[in-house]
Each structure stands twice: as C-alpha cells, then as structure tokens.
C-alpha cells in the first residue's frame, strides 16, 4: 500500500465515512488542512524537479464536479469517479497535461454520490450505456488504499444495468477476484514491451505481473481488454511491440484469449512533459522525436500522419498474426 509523505485535506472530508477511515488509516502522516484540492499555494509553487516527491504526497477532499464527457470508444460517457491523479510517473502521462506538475493522487470521498448518478443515468436510458470511471486515475492502484472498488463493482452489479470500465497499469487485482460482478465490469489492462516500461513507466507493475492479472481477472469471468498504449516509436520499436504481442500470445490462458479485445494508441507527447522531465528526470529517456513528430494542438505534440499510416499498418499485420480472431475496437 502506498504510503504517503503528506497529506493535505479539505475539512468537509471529515463529514464522511470513507474521509474518516483514511485521516484514521494514516494517523502517523502529517496533515495539512487546505480551502481547496485544485489550488494547493504550498504545491504549486514547488519547483519541477521536486515532481518525484511531490508524487508521495495524498490530497483527500470531495468531487464537486460530475460532469460527463461523451466517448464513442470503449464507453458511452467518461465519468469523474473516486479519484484523479496517481503514485506512478509514466513519463508521457497524459494527467500531466491537464494538472501540470500537479498530477499526484488525490481521493475524492462523496462516492455515494457519484456511482448513485450513474446508477440513475443508466436506469433512464433506453439503452445498455457504459461508463469509463478510470479515465483520471488508476482504479486498482487507487483500490490499495481505499477499498472502493469491491464496493463499487458489487453495488453496481445490483443494478443489474450497463457497464463499467476502468484501465490499469497494477496486478494487484486480488480483491476483486471473488465479486459478484455479474459481468457488469470490464477491466482494461494496459501494456507495453517491458523495456519500455522499466525505462518510461516508472512505479507501475511488471509485465508479467500485468499478464498475470489478465488471466485471473478471466478466470473470475470479467469482460477483459488490452490496451498496447501509448506505442511509442523508439529505435527498434517494431521489434519490441512484436516481441509484446508474441508473448501475450504465448501467455495468456486460453479463456483469456479466446475473449480479450484491444485498443492501440500512439502517444501524444508534450511540452510540458519535456520540461518536467527533463528536470526532473535528467537521466531519463528523451521521448520527444523532432523527426517523427509534430504539433498537434497547444503545446502538444503527436507521430507526423505518415509515420502514424506505417505504425498502425504493422501493429494490425502484428495483431492479425498473433491473434486473427480478437477484435481491435479502434486504433488512434
């Protein structure tokens, strides 16, 4: 379990159950009160290569907003759920680009609040609606603290109505093995070569691990997918991803495989990142490709048209070889 250097907390958390278990739960852990989780004076003025540690800190406090995102990938809507954030420092982490250096862990305690709103959108509509909560943080990450998702998964399971949908980095799926889920949620697991991930996702689980958990998580009947995300184009990438899909092929059980579906997505990457990084990670990989790469909106920066064209031809040729009958949802 992560155990955090600080903690930083909006006095109304007090007011709720899961507010006091965790002031409780990190007792020893220094606390500060603050007026507000997105606009922390003490946090923001910290200094780029103060990152890593800032990354060691929790902020506790209540989502005041549920506004929901339509998606027509995976899900129906993205939904703001339980937490935003994370402990680990992927190095292209998208959540930098919205929260800037500030892209720790918080957790938000109202979660009555927030699966009751989903649970009364997914009665309303005529159709079966899915529902990303997993978009602003890592859920299985996030659950090693708060033990939300059991509750959540078994409380949304009653509904007997829609789907959830998270994606995860962490094998760490233990807790969720034995629920009654009643197929109501797809787990979504991410992974990369693990090269890659030694060198770039820093904090989160080994392949292996990863591969593990796939195939418990069928074991226990979930709806499964994999995400190959972000593909990043290194020197000698295609033989890393093909090297990926050959042993995800090789080790995942055959229940596993015989449902598991995927998504493919090549990084965007962007200033921000290279000047956090760089500061904060002196020694560390330098993503940003000025050959390969190109603007793509403020400050961000995304593989030339051309070069995205050659990636996506030779991960569909990799995955129809590997696995001809799985179904790519989409690529982008």
């Known amino acids: 379990m992560f155990i955090p250097n600080q903690i930083l907390y909006e006095k109304e958390i007090e007011n709720y159950v899961l507010g006091k278990e965790l002031l409780n739960k990190f007792k020893d852990v220094p606390k500060t009160i603050i007026e507000n989780h997105n606009n922390i004076p003490m946090m923001r003025e910290k200094s780029n290569a103060e990152f890593p540690k800032m990354k060691q800190s929790l902020i506790i406090a209540t989502r005041k907003t549920h506004k929901y995102v339509e998606n027509h990938k995976v899900s129906d809507y993205l939904v703001p759920y339980t937490s935003s954030g994370c402990t680990a420092m992927c190095l292209y982490c998208y959540l930098v680009c919205n929260y800037n250096k500030c892209a720790y862990l918080r957790l938000f305690v109202n979660r009555e609040e927030m699966l009751n709103k989903i649970i009364k959108t997914a009665n309303q509509s005529e159709k079966e609606l899915t529902f990303e909560i997993g978009s602003n943080s890592d859920l299985i990450l996030e659950n090693t603290i708060t033990e939300n998702l059991p509750w959540t998964i078994e409380t949304f399971a009653k509904n007997n109505k829609g789907y959830l949908t998270f994606p995860t980095k962490f094998d760490m799926v233990e807790p969720l093995l034995h629920l009654n889920h009643n197929g109501r949620t797809i787990i979504r697991m991410s992974v990369n070569p693990e090269e890659i991930i030694r060198k770039i996702e820093f904090g989160t689980s080994p392949l292996d691990k990863r591969i593990a958990a796939i195939n418990q998580l069928a074991d226990s ?72 790469m190109t603007g793509r909106g403020k400050g961000k920066y995304a593989y030339k048209q051309e070069v995205r064209n050659i990636a996506e031809e030779k991960m569909r040729e990799m995955l129809q070889k590997h696995f001809p009958k799985n179904k790519i949802v989409y690529f982008s």
Do not use: C
């Open 221 to 292: 009947n979930y709806p499964i997918g994999i995400l190959i995300a972000p593909v990043i184009l290194v020197n000698h990438w295609e033989n890393l991803y093909e090297d990926l899909i050959a042993k995800l092929s090789q080790t995942l059980s055959e229940k596993a495989r015989s449902q598991v579906f995927f998504e493919v997505i090549l990084m965007t990457y962007s200033y921000i990142h290279r000047v956090i990084n760089q500061e904060a990670f002196p020694n560390a990989i330098d993503l940003y490709n000025k050959d390969l």
